[in-house]
């Protein structure tokens, strides 16, 4: 079994809702076509979007009530909220192959059936991912990858939070649990643990760019990273494997 979760942004602060709904239906519809149906996907959010694939019940909604954020800051917060409200849940089937997802990139059918046939790993990592820009009707690879969607961690249950932290922060070092520290520190932390991530024989994601809604344009000197590594890249132009692979019927 492996667990796919995904921290939805609030209707109140984003800047199109109706675009990142859109964004969201074609991450949760990629998510959900694995070619192993072993899985499990939870989405933390504040509003439910409007969906637009009927899906059964390995996708569940868990609303939370934690504050509207308004500033940077407090996006950061909310975002690791809702990944502790995730966690939390998970604890709840015993812990597992955990996968988080950033809602708006394009995730491979193949991660399930990886996963799921080399059950003693004690997890993986992705150190390269497509690139797609809006607009765009190709992919460019890209490399130092660990961002929202390129880390997969099997918890035991104590590696899970069971209740909320008397003072919530954002997704920090200093948090007692794997799945609340930094995305990008924890392949370094698990291997410090003796549970090193094994590489994953295949790009798993396509990381979507300029949605506007983006955490990680926030960060601008990883912006300028990116940008230049992308003028440099050649074009991969869509086509039919890549449609199947990653559910893209949307261009």
Known sequence: MIFFG??????????????????????????????????????????????????????????????????????????????????MKIREYGGGFTMMVDADDIQSCRIAEYVNKHSDADGFVSRNGYYYHIGDNYIKKGHKFPNGSSTIVKYSVDDLPDKYYDTMVASENSNPHIIRKKHGDIPKICAEMGRPLKPLPFIASIYVRETGDNHSLMNKNESKFRVLEQKIMPKIYINDKLRKEFSIDWM
């Not at 407090?74 to 990944?83: N, R, T």
């Open 6 to 87: 995904i921290p939805l942004r609030s209707k109140a602060v984003s800047n199109d809702w109706e675009k990142v709904s859109l964004f969201f239906n074609r991450t949760l519809w990629s998510v959900y076509n694995q070619t192993d149906p072993d899985f499990k996907i939870f989405v933390a959010c504040h509003d439910i979007p409007e969906l637009n694939h009927e899906f059964d019940e390995r996708v569940e909604f868990i609303k939370v009530d934690s504050p509207v954020p308004h500033t940077r800051e407090e996006m950061m917060l909310d975002k690791g909220h809702k990944v502790h409200t995730i966690g």
